[in-house]
T-cell receptor
Framework: KNEVEQSPQNLTAQEGEFITINCSYSVGISALHWLQQHPGGGIVSLFMLSSGKKKHGRLIATINIQEKHSSLHITASHPRDSAVYICAIPNNYGQNFVFGPGTRLSVLP | DTGVSQDPRHKITKRGQNVTFRCDPISEHNRLYWYRQTLGQGPEFLTYFQNEAQLEKSRLLSDRFSAERPKGSFSTLEIQRTEQGDSAMYLC????????????????FGPGTRLTVL
């Protein structure tokens, strides 16, 4: 059974702070996905990672396949970054996701 | 708008009624997924289609739930004899089969249908 854990569950930061959200999982995978869910439900795919690091604007995602761990970093955080951040991995058959519980981020002005 | 769309966005129904949701994926995507998300939790997989074939169903999908994708384009998810525990956000996503490595498809999510069963 795939298990995905995230920490912290909730995170409140001041605008401009550097933010780190962690994800760990228990099985070998080919790729890990980071998703962003805004209030109201819409989910947007941020990154798909197989190894190393990816950067998109102020967002940076890293993965260590051997340690089964990934991190999502947000530099110079802004209130519009407030959302739930979810990591997801392929299930045993690789055709759909197993999702982490999400990290709820609130960035205060 | 060429993204994934879902209809309706909100549905309120009484316990015991049947409800049907629709998902229109991105047009060239051959994979379509249904997920359910309850408050404060991450989404949970329900079922997925490759074209019109339903290839996998979660044990969460009881016999009151049925999903179809008759022409390999839009999909419907029906819940019969709704129960209060069915109240959740129902999310649809689509992807294009990458055939590179499993799990490397990027899924594009719709806005969801929020179901409230009274």
């Amino acid at each position: 059974k795939n298990e995905v854990e995230q920490s912290p569950q909730n995170l409140t930061a001041q605008e401009g702070e550097f933010i780190t959200i962690n994800c760990s999982y228990s099985v070998g995978i080919s790729a890990l996905h980071w998703l962003q869910q805004h209030p109201g439900g819409g989910i947007v795919s941020l990154f798909m990672l197989s190894s190393g690091k990816k950067k998109h604007g102020r967002l940076i995602a890293t993965i260590n396949i051997q340690e089964k761990h990934s991190s999502l970093h947000i530099t110079a955080s802004h209130p519009r970054d407030s959302a739930v951040y979810i990591c997801a991995i392929p299930n045993n058959y690789g055709q759909n996701f197993v999702f982490g519980p999400g990290t709820r981020l609130s960035v205060l002005p | 708008d060429t993204g994934v769309s879902q209809d309706p966005r909100h549905k309120i129904t009484k316990r015991g009624q049947n409800v049907t949701f629709r998902c229109d994926p991105i047009s060239e995507h051959n994979r379509l997924y249904w997920y359910r998300q309850t408050l404060g939790q991450g989404p949970e997989f329900l079922t997925y289609f490759q074209n019109e074939a339903q290839l996998e169903k979660s044990r969460l999908l009881s016999d009151r739930f049925s999903a179809e994708r008759p022409k390999g384009s839009f999909s419907t998810l029906e819940i019969q004899r709704t129960e209060q525990g069915d109240s959740a956000m129902y999310l649809c996503a689509s992807s294009l089969d990458s055939r590179v490595r499993v799990g490397t498809d990027t899924q594009y999510f719709g806005p969801g249908t929020r179901l409230t069963v009274l």
